[in-house]
């Protein structure tokens, strides 16, 4: 009972499924906490979230040595838009030299934002299809695109000065 309680404060702290900027190892570990915790509904929601057969994903779990080290396999084979096969020998062939070798390995260019949110951690285990992590998309959001210190309507042949 004493570990059930323990794995529910950690995935609160932890925000559920989205992780707080911490880099990518806090954000691994806290996914091998929810695989440990529900292997099931861990596979199901990588399944879901990446468009990926159930046997699939529970081909790449055994291959892999952590249920992180699986996600991520999927998750940089969206990143990079290449299948899992691919991601996988990759990853293969530079076990041990961390996830921005493979991603470099993947074409995914150091300085690019896909690399940067690689190495924040940021992405989430969302268990919605096609879910991407805070900062995968390319929408910036509202205003984000605007230039510091300029207010809307402000610009050339809106009225200002």
């Known amino acids: ?6 794995l529910v ?46 046997p699939q994903v529970q081909a790449t779990l055994k291959a892999c040595p952590t249920p992180a080290d699986a996600f ?11 299948p899992p096969e691919e991601v996988m020998k990759v990853y293969q062939k530079n076990k041990g030299q961390g996830w921005g070798t493979v991603a470099q390995g993947l074409g995914i260019k150091p300085g690019s934002a896909e690399f940067h949110a690689l190495k924040r951690g940021d992405f989430a285990l969302t268990g919605q299809p096609g879910g991407r992590g805070k900062g995968m998309g390319k929408d910036k959001g509202p205003g984000k695109d605007k230039e510091p210190g300029k207010a809307p309507g402000k610009g050339k042949g809106k009225g200002g000065k």
């Open 1 to 6: 009972m004493k570990k059930i309680v323990i």
């Open 9 to 54: 404060m950690a995935l609160f702290l932890c925000g559920g499924t989205a992780f707080a900027a911490g880099g990518i190892d806090v954000s691994l570990n806290n996914l091998n906490i929810q695989a440990k915790a529900d292997l099931p509904g861990f596979t199901a929601r990588v399944s879901t979230q990446f468009g990926i057969p159930v």
């Open 72 to 82: 991520m396999v999927f998750q940089l084979g969206q990143m990079s838009q290449k």
